[in-house]
């Protein structure tokens, strides 16, 4: 039912007791499902895949699977991961920001449908204009790219890179954790501040920038070095959305 529903609708308990025609109480129909571990989440958000999308993502994966994790370190110049920041100015929404920081969600083990990149090589921070991904927007990052990379490795001529299959920053294991990194440096930071301090954006996406740039070399390489494991897992999708890590 809910695959038929694909996410316009919500599949209720009461639904869910008239297609099955049961006799039981939506209160006794609740605790079956909990007792399964099965509850009411909120939807995933993941960018919608064409036919042509899986096709190209599998081939991907077919050809990238037995590279090894040394090979992704080397290889590969740079990986693109677009990723969307709040701009905290003031008290009020920094306290906001850090209650937001602390919140979580259950979910059912093994549901967890993500991906993502980083590199260490090259790490450039690009601020997209108004917050908006277009061709220009693209066009004027890679100029920026190029000029880092050329900078961090002049023995090259042509870069190797691998970049996200959506550029409006959809949520992704890899992506989210290095997010996560960055907001919780700036967090710390900001708890050490009073509360009518004020900052200007400027300011603001100057401390993001020296987040981002202080992140430790070794948690990006672990994130490349897992290329491997989650081509495999990309394969055995046949090109879908798998699951990026454990069963959390």
Not at 117 to 139: D, M, N, T
Not at 154 to 183: H, M
Not at 210 to 227: G, V
């Amino acid at each position: 039912m809910i695959v038929a529903a694909n996410g316009q609708r919500a599949v209720t308990v009461h639904d869910l007791k008239k297609a099955a025609k049961s006799k039981a109480s939506c209160r006794s129909i609740l605790r079956a499902l909990h007792d399964r571990n099965i509850y009411f989440r909120k939807l995933r958000e993941k960018p919608l895949l064409t036919p042509e999308d899986i096709k190209a993502r599998f081939q991907f994966a077919k050809t990238s699977r037995s590279k090894s994790a040394a090979w992704w370190v080397d290889r590969i110049d740079a990986f693109i991961d677009g990723k969307h920041f709040q701009v905290y100015l003031h008290g009020k929404e920094r306290r906001r920001a850090a209650q937001h920081a602390r919140s979580g969600a259950h979910r059912q083990p093994g549901k967890g449908l993500c991906g993502g990149y980083v590199k260490p090589k090259a790490l450039p921070v690009h601020e997209v204009a108004h917050g908006r991904w277009s061709g220009q927007a693209a066009a004027n990052f890679y100029k920026i790219l190029a000029r880092d990379l050329a900078k961090a490795l002049p023995d090259k001529r042509r870069f190797a890179i691998l970049e996200d299959n959506d550029p409006t920053g959809f949520k992704s294991a890899k992506g989210i954790a290095a997010k996560d990194e960055v907001n919780k440096r700036l967090r710390k930071q900001e708890s050490k501040w009073p509360n009518g301090k004020k900052e200007t954006r400027i300011a603001y996406h100057k401390r993001l920038k020296l987040a981002i740039h202080s992140l430790p070399e070794d948690f990006l390489l672990k994130s490349i070095r897992d290329m491997t494991r989650r081509c495999h897992r990309l394969y055995e999708a046949n090109g879908y959305f798998f699951e990026e890590g454990g069963l959390d």
